[in-house]
């Protein structure tokens, strides 16, 4: 009958304990329990993972972030592995964060290619497909010699903006490398678009912003992939405020909130950051001005079209 008649029965969705709720969220929007599996820990530290149902001939989803720490990387790899020694059909890594993407060249001499050398390490311990949603830079896609399907949470950002009544509104790119994300979300919310331009004219002088276009009078979003120390964007908030912007809202799919990060964002003229669960957040890092919207139905229907070999690149037309 071919690949076209696997049924739902053969779906297997597994989770690592890096962010259950997400993985829960995602089996209930997909009709399907998440398989049963043991994780714990030996006595030193090490982990121990095994599977408690048959994965013989399934396909298999693996629903494990990587964000820090390391831990949750290992959980990936011997969940992979587990389910490829137990004759899963299909092993498809599912990473709604890929962590250690941000060193993806060098840049300077003498450093790690940490994206290459984590894709690399995903695909030996037997992933056949990367599921992952916004990866920090498009080109990491082709750091893995096997099939990636890259999502995007802009849809669920564009919803949830379009609800709020805006005044004329200007989507302000962080920095010039996020100039062409901050273009595509001023088509869909027919915004204006700004660039923030900064330049550190020698060490240990304070940055020059340079705000290029106008942003006087006007609602301003900034967007970015990211959130992890809040430096960027509470700095980028205090220019436009400076400029003589109206209401600053900004707004990133992951949110590590590292270090100083909450007070810095409760500290800024930002009036609501809106992030997605793709980490799973702590209460201590949540206050009043923090908005998270889920990703669950979006990833959960991407797992539905990979598993009936439906087209993936449908969700965003």
Not at 82 to 103: E, K, N
Not at 172 to 195: C, E, Q, T, W, Y
Not at 270 to 297: F, H, M, Q
């Amino acid at each position: 009958m071919g690949d076209l008649t696997l049924s739902r029965s053969q779906l297997l969705l597994l989770a690592g304990t890096a962010n259950r709720p997400l993985a829960e969220e995602m089996a209930h929007d997909l009709g399907q329990p998440l398989c049963a599996v043991t994780i714990r820990r030996f006595a030193d530290g090490e982990i121990f993972v095994k599977i408690d149902e048959n994965v013989r001939g399934r396909d298999v989803f693996i629903i494990q972030p990587t964000n820090p720490p390391g831990d949750n990387y290992l959980e990936l790899l011997l969940l992979i592995d587990a389910a490829r020694r137990a004759s899963a059909a299909r092993v498809t890594a599912v990473l709604p964060y890929f962590g250690y993407a941000r060193q993806d060249r060098k840049d300077q001499p003498r450093v790690a290619i940490s994206a290459k050398l984590m894709a690399n390490v995903i695909t030996h311990a037997g992933a056949d497909r990367v599921l992952g949603i916004d990866f920090h830079s498009h080109q990491v896609q082709g750091f893995f010699d096997i099939p990636v399907d890259h999502l995007y949470a802009a849809p669920v950002f564009v919803n949830h903006y379009r609800t709020k009544s805006l005044t004329d509104p200007v989507v302000v790119a962080p920095d010039v490398g996020s100039a062409k994300m901050a273009r595509g979300f001023a088509k869909r919310l027919n915004a204006s678009l700004a660039i923030i331009d900064k330049r550190r004219p020698s060490a240990n002088v304070a940055e020059v912003v340079n705000v290029v276009g106008e942003v006087e009078g006007k609602d301003c979003l900034i967007p970015d992939d990211m959130i992890d120390t809040a430096g960027t964007i509470t700095e980028a908030a205090a220019a436009l405020k400076r400029l003589g912007a109206g209401r600053i809202f900004a707004f990133a799919t992951h949110a590590l909130l590292s270090g100083p990060a909450v007070e810095r964002l409760r500290a800024s003229p930002i009036e609501e950051v809106t992030v997605t669960n793709t980490i799973r957040l702590p209460d201590e890092k949540k206050w009043d001005r923090l908005k998270v919207l889920s990703v669950a139905g979006l990833m959960a229907k991407a797992i539905g079209y990979e598993h009936s070999n439906q087209s993936v690149s449908a969700l965003f037309d």
